[in-house]
C-alpha cells in the first residue's frame, strides 16, 4: 500500500483547500436539513477532544504485544452543556481511588464506573468517538528507522521541491525539529494527527444534519498537554505539520460528504467550502489548542474513552469484561465491524494478517450491532 508519510507543499498559498467528494450515504438519519440557515449557527462550536492511552515506545522484540490508542471525541455544540454537565455529576459520584491528585482518570476506574461512563455517552446524539490504534509490536518487525528519522527524511525531501527559499528555509528547520523529537514522540504526534483526520470524516458525515449543522460556526480542537511547558518543541512541531498531512491524505483519500445534507445553505458549506474543496486553513488556524485535562473536561472524557479501547485493544479479548466494556463504549462511534477499534499504521496499509489478531474486538462489535 502506499506510504502514509505524505506532505502538502508547504509554498501553496494559505487557505489552500482539500479535495473533498460527496456521496450519498443512506445512513444519514432523518431525511435532509432545512435549507433555511439557523440565525445562531455562527456562535456555536463543534469541539474535538484528543488524549491517548498507551506509552507508545516500541517493544523490544514484535512478539510482545504492545499497543498504544489516541481517542477523538467530537461533541456538537446542541449537546454540549448538558453533556459537561452529565458527566460533572459522574465525576462526583466517583470515589476518591478513581482519581489522580483529585483528577478523573480511565485507568483508575471501577468496571462499575466504566461502564456507567459508557452508558452516559449512548444516551446523547451529537457526540462521535473515533478511535485510532497502533499496534506497536507490528511497527518492531524488521529493520526500520524510528519514526522522527523517517519524518525528517520526508520534509527534508520537499523541502528541494519548493519554490522560494522562505520555504525552503522553513521546511529545513520543520526537519531538524522532527529529528529532535523522540521516536515516541513523533509517533504519538503523528497517530494524533490522523485521529483528528478521522474524527474530522465522522463529523462531517455524522453530525451535519439532525440540528447538529448549526454547531458548525467554528471548530475547536483541544489536545492534552503531554509537555507542560506551552510552546514547546513537539506542540510547535505539530501545528505545522498537522495542516501538511490533513492535505497531504486527502490527496490519495479526500474528504467524503452526505450529497442529501451537504446542500447550498449548509453552515459548514457556507462557510468552509470554496467551490474546489474545504478550507481547512480558515477552519482549523488558531483552533488548535493544547490544553491542560484538569480544565478540561472533554480531555477528561477522551482520556476514560482511550483507556477502555486501550484494554480491550492490549488484551486482544482474552479480558471478557474488557471487550464487553469496548462494545458498550463503541455505541457512540460510528465505527463498525470492519474497522473495529480503528486499526491503524503509518508505515503503509494495514496488512491482513495484523487485522486478523484483533478479531475478537471486531466480533463484539458485530455482536453488538445484530442485537445479542
Known amino acids: 500500500g502506499r506510504s502514509r508519510l505524505v506532505l502538502q507543499d508547504l509554498d501553496k498559498p494559505p487557505g489552500h483547500a482539500v479535495k473533498h467528494r460527496t456521496v450519498v450515504d443512506t445512513r444519514a438519519r432523518n431525511g435532509r436539513i432545512a435549507r433555511k440557515l439557523h440565525p445562531a449557527w455562527q456562535g456555536a462550536t463543534v469541539r474535538f477532544y484528543i488524549d491517548e492511552a498507551g506509552d507508545f515506545s516500541l ?32 465525576e462526583a459520584s466517583l470515589s476518591a481511588k478513581e482519581r489522580q491528585q483529585g483528577e478523573t482518570k480511565g485507568s483508575r476506574l471501577a468496571p462499575s464506573s466504566l461502564e456507567r461512563f459508557c452508558n452516559l455517552l449512548a444516551e446523547y446524539d451529537g457526540i462521535s468517538l473515533t478511535p485510532v490504534t497502533l499496534d506497536l509490536s507490528h511497527l518492531a518487525t524488521g529493520p526500520q528507522q524510528p519514526m522522527n528519522e523517517q519524518m525528517y527524511d520526508v520534509v ?19 526537519a531538524r525539529q522532527f529529528r529532535n523529537l523522540s521516536a515516541v514522540q513523533a509517533t504519538r504526534l503523528f497517530a494524533s494527527a490522523y485521529c ?37 518543541r513537539e506542540e510547535r512541531v505539530f501545528s505545522i505539520a498537522l495542516f501538511s498531512w490533513l492535505v497531504g491524505w486527502s490527496r490519495v483519500e479526500p474528504f467524503t460528504f452526505v450529497e442529501e445534507v451537504y446542500i447550498p445553505g449548509h453552515p459548514l458549506r457556507e462557510k468552509y467550502d470554496t467551490g474546489t474543496g474545504v478550507d481547512l486553513s480558515l477552519m482549523l488556524r488558531d483552533n488548535i489548542h493544547w490544553v491542560d485535562s484538569r480544565e478540561c473536561w472533554g480531555v477528561r472524557v477522551s482520556d476514560i474513552a482511550a483507556r477502555i479501547v486501550f484494554d480491550a485493544a492490549r488484551t486482544l479479548g482474552s479480558d471478557r469484561d474488557a471487550l464487553g466494556r469496548f462494545a458498550s463504549l463503541m455505541r457512540s462511534s460510528y465505527y463498525g465491524a470492519i474497522r473495529g477499534p480503528g486499526l491503524f499504521t503509518p508505515l503503509n496499509t494495514v496488512p491482513q494478517h495484523l487485522r486478523a489478531r484483533f478479531d475478537p474486538l471486531c466480533a463484539a462489535l458485530r455482536a453488538r450491532d445484530s442485537g445479542r
Open 59 to 90: 517493544p523490544i522484540s514484535s512478539h510482545d504485544h504492545r499497543v498504544a490508542v489516541v481517542m477523538g471525541v467530537a461533541i456538537s455544540d446542541l449537546v454540549s452543556k448538558e453533556l459537561r454537565c452529565s458527566f460533572e455529576r459522574f
Open 156 to 174: 527534508l525531501s520537499w523541502s528541494t521541491r519548493m519554490a522560494y527559499p522562505r520555504a525552503q528555509r522553513e521546511l529545513d528547520l520543520l
Open 196 to 232: 483528528i483526520r478521522e474524527a474530522l470524516q465522522h463529523a462531517f458525515i455524522f453530525l451535519t444534519d439532525r440540528g447538529h449543522e448549526h454547531s458548525w460556526g467554528t471548530v475547536s480542537v483541544e489536545l492534552d498537554r503531554v509537555q507542560q511547558r506551552p510552546g514547546n
